[in-house]
């Protein structure tokens, strides 16, 4: 798994800091990880008499930025502890994260149990954190949200981990010479042509993906293939198709039963095409052959799933539910 920032973004006297130790603690006795932490609060002077602005946060950021990767070049993750409240610090941010997985996790708290908080404290400028709490950017679109009013640390740590380290279990089982399997894969277009690969096993194309673990989301998982086999870090664009598909196996002959989830990615910028028509790439012990295919030649090509060698030339613009017998 690449090395992983997880971004704890909430206002002032959400009780971000002390989450952000419960979690460090908490990875280190389930996981053996010493994953560090970076935190705003010791990349600026904070107190009772000094009002925080957002040019403030911003000058910091680089900083903060520092930071993160210097913890990285020897731990495996980094928690930071954060309160960003416009897009420029949340770009700085993300922008720096990028050779690594961010997974964001929104601290939310009421309003009134962060005004009392924050009185009691006293160590903060009264107003801060109805500020914070105000103008807190992003507002949606975070991988995961936890309340600290509802949940004590120790438990909004556990529900982290859960989704940032999934069970490793595939969503598949096995009964007699019957096989079902849930399965992501990505539709990777460029230029008239999709990005297809074969393996040391299978003679025929596929495209890029895998299977679904025990609890963890379709998008997560697609993501987490494509990084694992092409070693890039693509976008979702959409989804386009869950497919029912009920067939035997040219190599193995087992009769499956596979749901498979189709998207849309994007992986503009990742340097792709610049590996030539066609390039071979290892995970672990596997040898991945990619091929960039005409769209209008996948019909002469052994290739699976068979419905994509003409639905590629008419992308729903939502998901669809499809069945193929093969």
């Not at 994953?35 to 904070?46: E, P, T």
């Not at 007699?176 to 008239?192: D, E, M, P, Q, T």
């Not at 590996?275 to 040898?287: A, I, S």
Request: charged share 30%; hydrophobic share 35%.
């Amino acid at each position: 798994m690449k090395k992983q920032i997880i971004l704890l973004n909430g206002p002032s006297s959400s009780g971000k800091s002390t989450l952000a130790r419960a979690l460090r603690d908490l990875i280190f006795t389930e996981r053996g990880e010493g994953y560090g932490i970076v935190s705003i609060d010791d990349h600026m002077k904070i107190s009772e008499h000094e009002t925080i602005y957002e040019d403030d946060v911003y000058d910091i950021s680089g900083d903060m930025c520092e930071s993160i990767a210097n913890a990285l070049n020897t731990a495996p993750g980094v928690i930071v502890d954060h309160v960003i409240t416009s897009e420029r610090i949340f770009r700085r941010l993300e922008e720096a994260a990028l050779p690594f997985r961010l997974v964001s996790v929104r601290i939310e708290c009421p309003i009134e149990v962060l005004r009392e908080r924050e009185r009691e404290r006293g160590d903060r400028s009264l107003g801060s954190a109805e500020a914070s709490y105000t103008y807190l950017f992003p507002k949606d679109g975070y991988d995961l949200t936890v309340n600290t009013h509802e949940l004590a640390p120790e438990e909004c740590a556990r529900k982290i981990i859960r989704y940032c380290f999934p069970s490793e279990t595939d969503a598949a089982f096995v009964s007699g010479n019957r096989r079902f399997k849930y399965r992501v894969c990505a539709v990777i277009l460029s230029k008239g042509r999709i990005l297809a690969m074969r393996d040391e096993v299978s003679p025929y194309y596929y495209l890029p993906g895998g299977k679904v673990r025990l609890g963890e989301t379709a998008e997560r998982a697609l993501v987490r293939e494509i990084e694992e086999e092409l070693c890039v870090t693509p976008r979702i664009v959409r989804p386009l198709w869950l497919n029912q598909s009920f067939f035997q196996e040219d190599v193995n002959g087992f009769e499956y039963h596979e749901l498979c989830l189709y998207f849309l990615m994007d992986v503009s910028g990742a340097g792709l095409e610049n590996r030539g028509k066609k390039f071979t790439l290892y995970e672990g012990k596997h040898t991945h052959d990619f091929e960039w295919l005409p769209l209008e030649k996948l019909k002469d090509k052994y290739f699976y799933p068979v419905f994509i060698k003409t639905a590629v030339f008419d992308l729903p613009e939502h998901l669809e539910l499809r069945a193929e017998y093969e």
